[in-house]
Nanobody, 128 residues
Framework: QVQLEESGGGSVQAGGSLRLSCEAA????????LAWFRQVPGKEREGVAS???????VYADSVKGRFTISTDSAKNTLYLQMNSLKPEDNAMYYC??????????????????????WGKGTLVTISA
């Protein structure tokens, strides 16, 4: 069982920045895929950014150039640096993970079906 816990959400004006963190005890596994998703009421959960153990990343088109996903294995933490925030970035943000104890080729993916473990979310509110 992998525990995930997000933090760092809050309220910020459009154009501002936030950094989300997710405590994720995944770095002892041979293979992992981590990702950030977001969801607003009435809409499907949307993949924002994903990273795998070899450092490969993928981003949703809506956040490319503004958001950066990264990890710090020494701190067991996944990050999402969000810059130039827009009102449409308003959402509950979730971190998610899939892990394997054996080496296998994982690609970064933005589909919820590519993840097995989920945090409870952290709320990001952007005011115009």
């Amino acid at each position: 069982q992998v525990q995930l816990e997000e933090s760092g959400g809050g309220s910020v004006q459009a154009g501002g920045s936030l950094r989300l963190s997710c405590e994720a005890a995944v770095f002892s596994y041979a293979t992992y895929r981590l990702a950030w998703f977001r969801q607003v009421p009435g809409k499907e959960r949307e993949g924002v950014a994903s990273i795998v153990n070899d450092g490969s990343t993928v981003y949703a088109d809506s956040v490319k150039g503004r958001f950066t996903i990264s990890t710090d294995s020494a701190k067991n933490t996944l990050y999402l640096q969000m810059n130039s925030l827009k009102p449409e970035d308003n959402a509950m943000y979730y971190c998610a993970a899939r892990v394997r104890q054996y080496p296998i080729a994982f690609s970064p993916l933005l589909s919820p079906t590519a993840m097995d473990y989920w945090g409870k979310g952290t709320l990001v509110t952007i005011s115009a």
